[in-house]
């Protein structure tokens, strides 16, 4: 039973200019009626399935435009966030901006963000808990190296990556009640790589998280929180993710640029809502 839905984001990376943004949204809206399955139009009307795009920063206002004329309704996140709300912060940009703009999600604390922009536990927390505060959704990503992996790490670093990224139960739990916390579970090992974990590798990782939420805000607060499996999930793998109870839909990179798999992927969340 998919109790919250299926949620499918596609995370463009570095990738799209304005022109070719606009060429996305335009053949996602002109093949969405033979891609999807009927039931699909009943998922998105009722909040059931949903769609994300997160595209570069300067494409956001291009993507926002285009997904009001969408066939179907697409949220547009950003990449980042600052913290503080304006300042002497060169190169970034806050929530304020995205408002004017109508957006209102934030991706938080990617791997690439941490490997190559020196993103740590405590600057995640603080974009949690500012953009949170500003109303923000926020999609929170977490996830183990291979190394991690193999020395069998995964539980304490997911355990360290949540409680790190996450304010503490007794200031900011109300906040998480609402859903509008998402947590992305993506093992570093499967970003990019063509390597999916199994999905029982990414039920266990789920459960984990789902009982680390529960200990934190209680069950009512866990039971509302959106749990992504991302790395390298593709139109072929995700039936069988998205079939996993903890798993409650993907953060896609590489397949999400294609607009004929980024339906694919859709069609495999109506399928899991329709089978619920
Ligand atoms: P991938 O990326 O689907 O290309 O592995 C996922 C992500 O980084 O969010």
Not at 39 to 61: K, N, Y
Not at 66 to 93: C, D, M, S, Y
Not at 100 to 125: A, K, M, P
Not at 225 to 234: E, F, Q
Request: net charge neutral; with cysteine.
């Amino acid at each position: 039973m998919k109790t919250r839905g299926v949620l499918i984001a596609g995370n463009w990376k570095m990738n799209f200019t304005l022109r070719e943004t606009g060429e996305f949204f335009a053949k996602v809206k002109g093949d969405a009626a033979k891609a999807l399955p009927a039931s699909a139009s009943s998922a998105f009307a009722t909040g059931r399935l949903r769609a994300c795009v997160i595209p570069p920063m300067l494409s956001l206002g291009r993507a926002m435009e285009a997904a009001r004329e969408a066939a179907f309704p697409i949220a547009v996140a950003a990449q980042n966030a600052h913290w503080e709300k304006k300042g002497a912060f060169t190169g970034e940009l806050s929530g304020p901006m995205l408002q004017e703009l109508g957006i209102s999600w934030v991706l938080n604390g990617h791997s690439e963000r941490r490997q190559y922009f020196g993103e740590t536990d405590e600057t995640v927390r603080k974009r949690t808990e500012s953009l949170l505060e500003q109303g923000f959704r926020v999609i929170l990503c977490i996830g183990e190296t291979r190394e991690e992996r193999e020395k069998g790490r995964t539980t304490e670093v997911l355990t360290r990556q949540l409680s790190g990224a996450l304010p503490e139960a007794g200031k900011g739990a109300a906040k998480f009640l609402d859903g509008r916390l998402v947590i992305a579970y993506e093992p570093v090992w499967a970003i990019g790589t063509g390597l999916t974990a199994t999905p029982a590798q990414a039920e266990e990782a789920h459960a984990t998280l789902r009982k680390l939420l529960t200990d934190r805000f209680g069950s009512e607060a866990a039971s509302h929180t959106p749990l992504l499996y991302g790395g390298s999930v593709t139109p072929e793998n995700a039936d069988s993710l998205l079939a996993c109870p903890n798993v409650d839909g993907a953060l896609v990179g590489g397949a999400s640029l294609k607009p004929e798999s980024f339906l694919a992927l859709l069609a495999a969340g109506a399928r899991a809502c329709a089978q619920s």
